[in-house]
Protein backbone atom coordinates (compact mmCIF):
# COMPACT_ATOMS: atom_id res chain seq x y z
CA UNK A 1 0.00 0.00 0.00
CA UNK A 2 1.59 3.07 -0.80
CA UNK A 3 1.72 5.59 2.10
CA UNK A 4 -0.06 8.61 1.17
CA UNK A 5 0.39 10.65 3.90
CA UNK A 6 -3.47 11.60 4.84
CA UNK A 7 -3.45 14.37 7.59
CA UNK A 8 -6.25 13.60 8.85
CA UNK A 9 -6.27 9.78 8.76
CA UNK A 10 -8.88 8.68 6.30
CA UNK A 11 -11.57 6.12 7.71
CA UNK A 12 -11.20 3.77 5.18
CA UNK A 13 -8.54 3.16 2.63
CA UNK A 14 -7.90 0.91 -0.36
CA UNK A 15 -4.98 0.75 -2.56
CA UNK A 16 -3.63 -1.20 -5.50
CA UNK A 17 -0.06 -1.53 -7.27
CA UNK A 18 -1.36 -0.51 -10.40
CA UNK A 19 -0.31 3.14 -11.29
CA UNK A 20 -3.08 5.92 -11.03
CA UNK A 21 -4.03 8.30 -13.81
CA UNK A 22 -1.43 11.05 -14.83
CA UNK A 23 -2.19 14.56 -14.79
CA UNK A 24 -1.39 16.13 -18.28
CA UNK A 25 -1.86 19.05 -20.25
CA UNK A 26 -5.49 17.33 -21.60
CA UNK A 27 -6.49 16.74 -18.10
CA UNK A 28 -10.10 18.39 -17.53
CA UNK A 29 -12.06 19.60 -14.36
CA UNK A 30 -15.36 18.13 -14.61
CA UNK A 31 -18.18 19.03 -12.02
CA UNK A 32 -21.63 19.62 -10.85
CA UNK A 33 -23.37 22.92 -9.85
CA UNK A 34 -23.02 22.26 -6.60
CA UNK A 35 -19.01 21.45 -6.52
CA UNK A 36 -18.17 24.21 -8.87
CA UNK A 37 -16.55 26.11 -5.89
CA UNK A 38 -14.37 23.79 -5.57
CA UNK A 39 -13.41 23.17 -9.47
CA UNK A 40 -12.38 26.53 -9.22
CA UNK A 41 -9.82 26.21 -5.80
CA UNK A 42 -8.56 22.86 -7.41
CA UNK A 43 -7.74 24.68 -10.69
CA UNK A 44 -6.01 27.74 -9.31
CA UNK A 45 -4.14 25.42 -6.35
CA UNK A 46 -2.96 22.45 -8.72
CA UNK A 47 -2.79 24.54 -12.03
CA UNK A 48 -0.24 27.47 -10.16
CA UNK A 49 2.27 23.85 -9.15
CA UNK A 50 1.65 21.98 -12.62
CA UNK A 51 1.34 24.69 -14.96
CA UNK A 52 -1.23 22.76 -16.18
CA UNK A 53 -4.49 24.37 -17.76
CA UNK A 54 -6.93 22.01 -15.97
CA UNK A 55 -9.97 23.34 -18.15
CA UNK A 56 -13.47 22.73 -17.62
CA UNK A 57 -14.61 19.44 -18.45
CA UNK A 58 -17.72 18.30 -20.16
CA UNK A 59 -18.88 15.42 -19.07
CA UNK A 60 -18.26 11.94 -17.73
CA UNK A 61 -15.22 11.54 -19.96
CA UNK A 62 -13.33 14.14 -18.04
CA UNK A 63 -10.03 13.17 -15.69
CA UNK A 64 -11.10 14.53 -12.56
CA UNK A 65 -14.97 14.27 -11.60
CA UNK A 66 -16.57 16.37 -8.83
CA UNK A 67 -19.61 15.70 -7.49
CA UNK A 68 -22.42 16.28 -4.39
CA UNK A 69 -24.77 13.27 -4.15
CA UNK A 70 -26.29 13.51 -0.30
CA UNK A 71 -27.59 9.93 -1.05
CA UNK A 72 -23.99 7.83 -1.14
CA UNK A 73 -24.04 7.49 2.07
CA UNK A 74 -21.29 9.37 2.98
CA UNK A 75 -22.54 11.31 6.35
CA UNK A 76 -22.09 15.26 6.79
CA UNK A 77 -18.75 16.60 5.07
CA UNK A 78 -17.88 13.18 4.06
CA UNK A 79 -16.20 11.95 0.51
CA UNK A 80 -15.20 9.21 -1.35
CA UNK A 81 -11.92 9.64 -3.46
CA UNK A 82 -11.20 6.95 -6.28
CA UNK A 83 -8.35 7.32 -8.55
CA UNK A 84 -7.64 4.22 -10.94
CA UNK A 85 -7.01 4.13 -15.06
CA UNK A 86 -10.60 6.27 -15.54
CA UNK A 87 -9.14 9.24 -13.85
CA UNK A 88 -10.15 10.69 -10.57
CA UNK A 89 -13.63 10.77 -8.97
CA UNK A 90 -14.63 12.61 -5.75
CA UNK A 91 -17.85 12.31 -4.76
CA UNK A 92 -18.96 14.19 -1.73
CA UNK A 93 -22.24 14.39 0.71
CA UNK A 94 -22.26 17.91 0.03
CA UNK A 95 -19.93 20.69 -1.24
CA UNK A 96 -17.94 20.79 2.13
CA UNK A 97 -17.06 17.05 1.44
CA UNK A 98 -16.22 17.45 -2.25
CA UNK A 99 -13.60 19.87 -1.12
CA UNK A 100 -12.37 17.89 1.25
CA UNK A 101 -12.04 15.26 -1.05
CA UNK A 102 -10.18 17.81 -3.18
CA UNK A 103 -8.06 18.82 -0.34
CA UNK A 104 -7.18 14.86 -0.29
CA UNK A 105 -6.10 14.49 -4.07
CA UNK A 106 -3.66 17.32 -3.41
CA UNK A 107 -2.47 15.42 -0.57
CA UNK A 108 -1.51 12.19 -3.24
CA UNK A 109 0.35 14.63 -5.49
CA UNK A 110 3.86 15.23 -4.33
CA UNK A 111 4.76 18.19 -2.37
CA UNK A 112 5.47 20.23 -4.40
CA UNK A 113 2.32 20.75 -5.96
CA UNK A 114 2.24 22.95 -3.27
CA UNK A 115 4.45 25.63 -4.44
CA UNK A 116 2.78 28.98 -6.32
CA UNK A 117 4.68 27.80 -9.40
CA UNK A 118 6.08 24.73 -11.10
CA UNK A 119 9.10 23.39 -9.99
CA UNK A 120 9.05 19.94 -10.48
CA UNK A 121 9.15 17.87 -14.14
CA UNK A 122 5.71 18.01 -16.09
CA UNK A 123 4.85 14.49 -15.26
CA UNK A 124 2.31 14.26 -12.50
CA UNK A 125 1.09 10.83 -11.25
CA UNK A 126 -1.73 9.76 -8.65
CA UNK A 127 -1.31 6.56 -6.82
CA UNK A 128 -4.53 4.40 -7.73
CA UNK A 129 -6.70 4.30 -4.49
CA UNK A 130 -9.96 4.51 -3.10
CA UNK A 131 -10.30 6.83 0.05
CA UNK A 132 -14.20 7.06 1.65
CA UNK A 133 -13.90 9.32 4.89
CA UNK A 134 -16.05 11.46 6.90
CA UNK A 135 -15.16 13.79 10.09
CA UNK A 136 -15.64 12.65 13.69
CA UNK A 137 -16.97 15.87 14.62
CA UNK A 138 -18.78 19.18 13.31
CA UNK A 139 -16.76 21.41 15.53
CA UNK A 140 -12.77 21.21 14.00
CA UNK A 141 -11.57 24.68 15.24
CA UNK A 142 -9.31 26.90 15.80
CA UNK A 143 -9.17 29.99 17.81
CA UNK A 144 -6.86 32.63 16.99
CA UNK A 145 -6.44 35.59 18.50
CA UNK A 146 -6.13 38.77 16.71
CA UNK A 147 -6.69 41.11 19.71
CA UNK A 148 -3.11 41.03 21.58
CA UNK A 149 -1.35 40.75 18.44
CA UNK A 150 -2.69 41.73 15.48
CA UNK A 151 -2.39 39.76 12.33
CA UNK A 152 -2.89 41.69 9.11
CA UNK A 153 -5.58 40.89 6.79
CA UNK A 154 -2.78 38.98 4.48
CA UNK A 155 -1.88 36.63 6.44
CA UNK A 156 -5.11 35.93 8.40
CA UNK A 157 -6.36 34.94 4.67
CA UNK A 158 -2.78 32.68 4.60
CA UNK A 159 -3.90 31.33 7.84
CA UNK A 160 -7.17 30.67 6.67
CA UNK A 161 -6.00 28.58 3.54
CA UNK A 162 -3.53 26.46 6.45
CA UNK A 163 -6.78 25.49 8.45
CA UNK A 164 -8.29 24.27 5.81
CA UNK A 165 -5.42 22.47 4.05
CA UNK A 166 -5.75 20.59 7.73
CA UNK A 167 -9.64 20.06 7.17
CA UNK A 168 -10.24 22.35 9.96
CA UNK A 169 -14.05 23.92 9.70
CA UNK A 170 -14.01 26.79 12.29
CA UNK A 171 -11.85 29.90 12.65
CA UNK A 172 -12.69 31.38 16.51
CA UNK A 173 -11.30 34.67 15.79
CA UNK A 174 -10.60 36.64 19.56
CA UNK A 175 -11.32 40.26 17.82
CA UNK A 176 -11.43 42.38 20.97
CA UNK A 177 -9.78 42.54 24.67
CA UNK A 178 -7.75 44.58 26.79
CA UNK A 179 -4.69 45.07 24.77
CA UNK A 180 -7.00 45.98 21.06
CA UNK A 181 -9.92 46.14 19.32
CA UNK A 182 -9.89 44.81 15.98
CA UNK A 183 -13.10 45.21 14.41
CA UNK A 184 -14.31 48.20 12.83
CA UNK A 185 -17.86 49.30 14.42
CA UNK A 186 -19.53 52.39 12.03
CA UNK A 187 -21.20 53.44 14.82
CA UNK A 188 -18.75 53.91 17.72
CA UNK A 189 -15.69 55.02 15.55
CA UNK A 190 -13.97 55.68 18.89
CA UNK A 191 -13.32 51.80 19.13
CA UNK A 192 -10.89 51.43 16.61
CA UNK A 193 -9.26 55.23 16.57
CA UNK A 194 -8.53 55.02 20.10
CA UNK A 195 -8.84 51.01 21.14
CA UNK A 196 -7.08 49.80 18.40
CA UNK A 197 -3.77 51.32 19.27
CA UNK A 198 -1.57 51.18 22.36
CA UNK A 199 1.71 53.21 23.12
CA UNK A 200 3.77 49.90 23.95
CA UNK A 201 4.10 46.33 24.93
CA UNK A 202 4.88 44.18 27.44
CA UNK A 203 7.51 41.50 25.99
CA UNK A 204 7.85 38.33 28.04
CA UNK A 205 6.62 37.77 31.39
CA UNK A 206 9.43 39.44 33.96
CA UNK A 207 8.38 41.15 37.24
CA UNK A 208 8.48 44.11 36.98
CA UNK A 209 6.98 44.27 33.41
CA UNK A 210 9.33 44.99 30.81
CA UNK A 211 8.11 47.20 27.62
CA UNK A 212 9.31 47.24 24.41
CA UNK A 213 8.18 51.22 23.79
CA UNK A 214 6.66 50.54 19.87
CA UNK A 215 3.26 51.38 19.56
CA UNK A 216 1.27 48.38 18.08
CA UNK A 217 -2.14 48.04 16.66
CA UNK A 218 -4.71 47.83 13.66
CA UNK A 219 -7.50 46.78 12.51
CA UNK A 220 -10.22 45.23 9.45
CA UNK A 221 -12.43 47.72 8.57
CA UNK A 222 -15.97 45.84 7.65
CA UNK A 223 -15.23 45.57 4.19
CA UNK A 224 -12.03 43.37 5.40
CA UNK A 225 -14.36 41.30 7.51
CA UNK A 226 -16.99 40.60 4.73
CA UNK A 227 -13.55 39.49 2.64
CA UNK A 228 -12.32 37.59 5.21
CA UNK A 229 -15.63 35.44 5.97
CA UNK A 230 -16.23 34.88 2.32
CA UNK A 231 -12.70 33.79 1.92
CA UNK A 232 -13.27 31.26 4.94
CA UNK A 233 -16.64 30.39 3.73
CA UNK A 234 -15.64 28.90 -0.13
CA UNK A 235 -13.12 26.99 1.69
CA UNK A 236 -15.55 25.57 4.13
CA UNK A 237 -14.94 27.24 7.35
CA UNK A 238 -16.75 29.29 9.40
CA UNK A 239 -16.07 32.49 10.89
CA UNK A 240 -17.01 32.82 15.02
CA UNK A 241 -15.73 36.49 16.34
CA UNK A 242 -15.78 37.09 19.67
CA UNK A 243 -16.14 40.02 21.23
CA UNK A 244 -15.06 39.93 24.79
CA UNK A 245 -17.70 41.14 27.72
CA UNK A 246 -17.62 42.32 30.51
CA UNK A 247 -14.03 41.72 31.02
CA UNK A 248 -11.27 42.30 29.30
CA UNK A 249 -12.62 45.19 28.20
CA UNK A 250 -10.01 47.95 28.49
CA UNK A 251 -9.70 48.85 24.80
CA UNK A 252 -13.08 50.20 24.74
CA UNK A 253 -13.12 51.72 28.23
CA UNK A 254 -10.05 53.18 27.00
CA UNK A 255 -11.97 54.50 23.83
CA UNK A 256 -15.57 55.27 25.32
CA UNK A 257 -14.26 56.00 29.63
CA UNK A 258 -18.84 56.14 30.33
CA UNK A 259 -18.18 51.65 29.40
CA UNK A 260 -16.16 51.25 32.51
CA UNK A 261 -16.73 51.72 36.27
CA UNK A 262 -13.42 53.61 37.28
CA UNK A 263 -11.50 56.58 35.78
CA UNK A 264 -9.98 57.14 32.70
CA UNK A 265 -8.02 54.32 31.34
CA UNK A 266 -5.86 53.53 28.21
CA UNK A 267 -5.51 50.64 26.35
CA UNK A 268 -3.84 47.41 27.87
CA UNK A 269 -0.22 47.54 27.51
CA UNK A 270 0.56 44.54 30.29
CA UNK A 271 -0.83 40.84 29.56
CA UNK A 272 -2.84 38.76 32.56
CA UNK A 273 -6.19 39.59 33.96
CA UNK A 274 -6.84 43.14 34.40
CA UNK A 275 -9.26 44.37 36.90
CA UNK A 276 -10.88 46.75 34.67
CA UNK A 277 -14.55 45.56 33.70
CA UNK A 278 -17.62 46.98 32.37
CA UNK A 279 -20.40 48.48 33.91
CA UNK A 280 -24.03 46.96 34.45
CA UNK A 281 -26.02 50.19 33.60
CA UNK A 282 -28.51 50.09 30.90
CA UNK A 283 -26.64 52.67 28.41
CA UNK A 284 -23.50 49.75 28.33
CA UNK A 285 -25.99 47.18 27.41
CA UNK A 286 -27.44 49.25 25.10
CA UNK A 287 -24.15 50.24 23.30
CA UNK A 288 -22.83 46.20 23.34
CA UNK A 289 -26.01 45.09 21.42
CA UNK A 290 -25.96 48.40 18.70
CA UNK A 291 -21.85 46.63 18.86
CA UNK A 292 -23.85 43.04 18.39
CA UNK A 293 -26.14 44.33 16.02
CA UNK A 294 -22.80 45.30 13.18
CA UNK A 295 -21.12 41.78 14.21
CA UNK A 296 -24.26 39.79 13.47
CA UNK A 297 -24.64 41.85 10.00
CA UNK A 298 -20.99 40.93 8.91
CA UNK A 299 -20.59 37.45 10.39
CA UNK A 300 -23.06 34.90 9.25
CA UNK A 301 -22.49 32.30 11.92
CA UNK A 302 -24.98 30.98 14.59
CA UNK A 303 -22.53 31.20 17.42
CA UNK A 304 -21.43 34.70 18.86
CA UNK A 305 -18.48 34.34 20.98
CA UNK A 306 -19.12 36.78 24.15
CA UNK A 307 -16.10 35.38 26.04
CA UNK A 308 -17.25 36.07 29.58
CA UNK A 309 -14.17 34.42 31.62
CA UNK A 310 -11.76 35.99 33.38
CA UNK A 311 -14.25 38.88 34.99
CA UNK A 312 -12.61 40.54 38.19
CA UNK A 313 -15.21 41.23 40.71
CA UNK A 314 -13.03 44.14 42.96
CA UNK A 315 -14.76 47.22 40.99
CA UNK A 316 -18.36 45.67 40.74
CA UNK A 317 -18.07 44.77 44.52
CA UNK A 318 -17.25 48.45 45.23
CA UNK A 319 -19.77 50.00 42.75
CA UNK A 320 -22.98 51.53 43.84
CA UNK A 321 -24.78 50.71 40.18
CA UNK A 322 -23.43 47.28 40.73
CA UNK A 323 -25.02 47.16 43.68
CA UNK A 324 -27.95 48.77 43.08
CA UNK A 325 -28.43 46.52 39.79
CA UNK A 326 -28.06 43.46 42.10
CA UNK A 327 -30.73 44.57 44.62
CA UNK A 328 -33.12 44.97 41.76
CA UNK A 329 -32.72 41.68 40.30
CA UNK A 330 -32.81 39.65 42.85
CA UNK A 331 -29.29 38.41 42.99
CA UNK A 332 -27.21 37.15 45.08
CA UNK A 333 -23.90 38.24 44.51
CA UNK A 334 -21.17 39.42 41.76
CA UNK A 335 -21.08 36.24 40.01
CA UNK A 336 -24.55 36.09 39.61
CA UNK A 337 -24.22 39.76 38.22
CA UNK A 338 -22.00 38.34 35.70
CA UNK A 339 -24.77 35.24 34.88
CA UNK A 340 -27.25 37.87 34.58
CA UNK A 341 -25.24 40.15 32.32
CA UNK A 342 -24.47 37.67 30.38
CA UNK A 343 -28.03 36.48 29.89
CA UNK A 344 -29.37 40.05 28.36
CA UNK A 345 -27.49 38.89 25.20
CA UNK A 346 -28.32 35.14 25.15
CA UNK A 347 -32.30 36.86 24.48
CA UNK A 348 -30.89 39.09 22.17
CA UNK A 349 -29.27 36.47 20.19
CA UNK A 350 -31.84 34.10 20.32
CA UNK A 351 -34.45 36.68 19.05
CA UNK A 352 -31.90 37.21 15.89
CA UNK A 353 -31.92 33.35 15.49
CA UNK A 354 -28.26 33.11 17.12
CA UNK A 355 -26.29 31.06 19.68
CA UNK A 356 -24.19 32.42 22.53
CA UNK A 357 -20.94 31.00 23.01
CA UNK A 358 -18.91 31.77 25.80
CA UNK A 359 -15.67 30.31 28.02
CA UNK A 360 -16.99 28.27 30.97
CA UNK A 361 -17.01 30.87 33.62
CA UNK A 362 -20.16 31.64 32.35
CA UNK A 363 -21.21 28.30 34.50
CA UNK A 364 -20.85 30.28 37.78
CA UNK A 365 -24.02 31.62 38.63
CA UNK A 366 -26.30 30.56 36.43
CA UNK A 367 -25.92 29.61 32.95
CA UNK A 368 -27.99 31.38 30.22
CA UNK A 369 -30.44 29.07 28.51
CA UNK A 370 -29.50 28.72 25.30
CA UNK A 371 -25.63 29.00 25.78
CA UNK A 372 -23.08 26.92 24.93
CA UNK A 373 -20.06 26.07 26.73
CA UNK A 374 -15.78 26.79 25.66
CA UNK A 375 -14.50 24.53 28.18
CA UNK A 376 -10.83 25.93 28.53
CA UNK A 377 -10.49 25.50 32.78
CA UNK A 378 -9.75 21.77 32.31
CA UNK A 379 -12.91 19.32 31.24
CA UNK A 380 -15.50 20.24 34.07
CA UNK A 381 -16.65 22.67 33.00
CA UNK A 382 -17.68 21.07 29.41
CA UNK A 383 -18.73 17.97 31.97
CA UNK A 384 -21.29 19.81 34.04
CA UNK A 385 -22.70 22.02 30.87
CA UNK A 386 -22.95 18.65 29.18
CA UNK A 387 -25.22 17.05 31.79
CA UNK A 388 -26.87 20.07 32.00
CA UNK A 389 -28.15 19.42 28.44
CA UNK A 390 -25.90 22.35 26.92
CA UNK A 391 -23.59 22.02 23.90
CA UNK A 392 -19.53 22.20 24.53
CA UNK A 393 -16.59 22.65 22.76
CA UNK A 394 -13.73 20.87 24.61
CA UNK A 395 -10.55 23.26 24.56
CA UNK A 396 -8.57 22.43 27.86
CA UNK A 397 -5.70 24.12 28.60
CA UNK A 398 -3.45 21.46 29.03
CA UNK A 399 -3.89 20.01 25.68
CA UNK A 400 -4.93 22.44 23.75
CA UNK A 401 -3.35 25.81 24.32
CA UNK A 402 -0.92 26.89 21.89
CA UNK A 403 0.66 29.43 23.25
CA UNK A 404 2.08 26.84 25.78
CA UNK A 405 5.98 25.75 25.68
CA UNK A 406 6.80 22.93 23.19
CA UNK A 407 9.45 21.18 25.50
CA UNK A 408 10.94 21.55 28.11
CA UNK A 409 14.08 22.98 26.89
CA UNK A 410 15.71 26.59 27.49
CA UNK A 411 15.39 27.38 23.52
CA UNK A 412 12.02 27.59 23.48
CA UNK A 413 10.95 30.66 22.70
CA UNK A 414 9.23 33.05 26.04
CA UNK A 415 8.40 29.74 27.57
CA UNK A 416 5.11 30.16 29.07
CA UNK A 417 2.55 27.41 30.88
CA UNK A 418 3.08 23.27 31.19
CA UNK A 419 4.85 21.32 28.55
CA UNK A 420 2.37 20.46 25.12
CA UNK A 421 4.11 18.49 22.77
CA UNK A 422 3.41 17.26 19.29
CA UNK A 423 2.09 13.82 21.12
CA UNK A 424 0.28 15.45 23.57
CA UNK A 425 -1.70 17.45 21.36
CA UNK A 426 -2.40 14.09 19.26
CA UNK A 427 -2.95 11.90 22.56
CA UNK A 428 -5.76 13.97 23.51
CA UNK A 429 -9.54 12.77 23.83
CA UNK A 430 -12.22 15.35 23.22
CA UNK A 431 -15.26 13.35 24.93
CA UNK A 432 -13.84 12.88 28.92
CA UNK A 433 -14.47 9.50 29.65
CA UNK A 434 -17.02 11.08 32.75
CA UNK A 435 -19.45 11.97 29.01
CA UNK A 436 -18.78 8.59 27.80
CA UNK A 437 -22.35 6.65 29.05
CA UNK A 438 -24.09 10.02 28.74
CA UNK A 439 -23.72 13.09 27.25
CA UNK A 440 -21.05 12.63 24.85
CA UNK A 441 -23.54 13.82 22.15
CA UNK A 442 -23.70 17.36 23.19
CA UNK A 443 -19.80 17.79 22.56
CA UNK A 444 -20.14 19.52 19.24
CA UNK A 445 -16.30 18.98 18.58
CA UNK A 446 -13.06 20.48 19.78
CA UNK A 447 -10.56 23.16 18.97
CA UNK A 448 -6.95 24.66 19.90
CA UNK A 449 -6.36 28.28 20.79
CA UNK A 450 -3.29 30.55 19.41
CA UNK A 451 -3.38 33.10 21.93
CA UNK A 452 -0.56 35.69 20.50
CA UNK A 453 0.50 37.57 23.96
CA UNK A 454 4.19 36.27 22.62
CA UNK A 455 3.40 35.77 19.02
CA UNK A 456 4.30 39.56 17.43
CA UNK A 457 4.40 38.30 14.21
CA UNK A 458 3.30 35.36 11.26
CA UNK A 459 6.63 33.53 11.76
CA UNK A 460 6.03 33.09 15.42
CA UNK A 461 2.32 32.02 14.89
CA UNK A 462 3.70 29.83 12.60
CA UNK A 463 6.35 28.12 14.77
CA UNK A 464 3.50 28.08 17.94
CA UNK A 465 0.90 26.47 15.77
CA UNK A 466 2.47 23.86 13.49
CA UNK A 467 2.68 20.93 13.52
CA UNK A 468 0.99 20.57 16.63
CA UNK A 469 -1.91 22.50 14.72
CA UNK A 470 -1.25 18.93 12.02
CA UNK A 471 -1.75 16.47 14.99
CA UNK A 472 -4.70 18.20 16.69
CA UNK A 473 -6.44 17.98 12.99
CA UNK A 474 -6.19 14.46 12.97
CA UNK A 475 -7.81 14.17 16.58
CA UNK A 476 -10.83 16.11 15.56
CA UNK A 477 -11.13 14.45 12.49
CA UNK A 478 -10.44 10.95 12.86
CA UNK A 479 -12.38 8.22 14.29
CA UNK A 480 -9.34 5.66 14.25
CA UNK A 481 -7.34 4.02 17.18
CA UNK A 482 -4.72 6.53 17.26
CA UNK A 483 -1.20 5.60 17.65
CA UNK A 484 1.65 8.44 17.52
CA UNK A 485 4.06 6.01 16.12
CA UNK A 486 1.95 5.29 13.46
CA UNK A 487 1.17 8.88 13.14
CA UNK A 488 5.04 10.34 12.89
CA UNK A 489 6.07 9.16 9.60
CA UNK A 490 3.04 10.80 7.92
CA UNK A 491 3.31 13.87 9.92
CA UNK A 492 7.14 13.56 8.78
CA UNK A 493 5.96 13.64 5.32
CA UNK A 494 3.15 16.22 5.87
CA UNK A 495 6.07 18.30 6.44
CA UNK A 496 7.41 18.88 3.62
CA UNK A 497 3.97 20.12 2.18
CA UNK A 498 4.45 22.75 5.08
CA UNK A 499 7.97 23.44 3.81
CA UNK A 500 6.71 24.03 -0.02
CA UNK A 501 4.02 26.57 1.59
CA UNK A 502 6.24 28.06 3.54
CA UNK A 503 5.18 27.54 6.84
CA UNK A 504 7.68 28.54 9.38
CA UNK A 505 6.79 25.09 11.86
CA UNK A 506 9.13 24.55 14.76
CA UNK A 507 11.23 21.48 13.67
CA UNK A 508 10.11 18.15 15.66
CA UNK A 509 14.02 17.87 17.08
CA UNK A 510 13.70 21.83 18.45
CA UNK A 511 13.86 25.34 17.13
CA UNK A 512 16.01 26.60 14.69
CA UNK A 513 18.83 29.61 16.49
CA UNK A 514 16.57 31.99 14.68
CA UNK A 515 13.60 30.71 16.80
CA UNK A 516 14.61 31.59 19.93
CA UNK A 517 14.45 34.63 22.00
CA UNK A 518 16.95 33.58 24.45
CA UNK A 519 17.28 35.89 28.01
CA UNK A 520 13.34 36.77 26.95
CA UNK A 521 11.41 35.22 30.13
CA UNK A 522 7.99 33.66 30.37
CA UNK A 523 5.82 31.87 33.06
CA UNK A 524 5.16 28.39 34.16
Known sequence: MPDIALVPQPAELTASRAPGPALTSATRIDADAAAQDTESWLRAELGAATELPLPPGEGGDAPIRLRVDPAAGLGPEGYRLTTDGAGVLIVGHDPAGVFYGAQTLRQLLPPAAYRRAPTAPPTWTLPAVRVTDRPRFGWRGCLLDVARHFLPKHDLLRFIDLLALH?????????????????????????????????????????????????????????????????????HITVVPEIDIPGHSQAAIAAYPELGEGAPVEVGREWGVIDTVLNVSDTVLDFY???????????????????????????????????????????????????????????????????????????????????????????????????????????????????YRQSASAAEPIPVGTVLTVADVYAAEPVPPELADAGAERVLGAQVNVWTENMDSPRTVDFMAFPRLSAFAEVAWSSAERDFAEFLPRLRAHLARLDAIGVEYRPLDGPHPWQQRPGVPGWG
Open 167 to 235: KINVLHLHLTDDQGWRIEIRRYPRLTEVGAWRRETQVGHARPAAFDGRPHGGFYTQDDIREIVAYAAAR
Open 289 to 403: RAVFDEVMELFPSTYICIGGDECPKAQWKASATAQRRIAEEGLADENELQSWFIRQFDAYFAERGRRLLGWDEILEGGLAPGATVASWRGTEGGIAAARAGHDVVMCPTRTSYLD
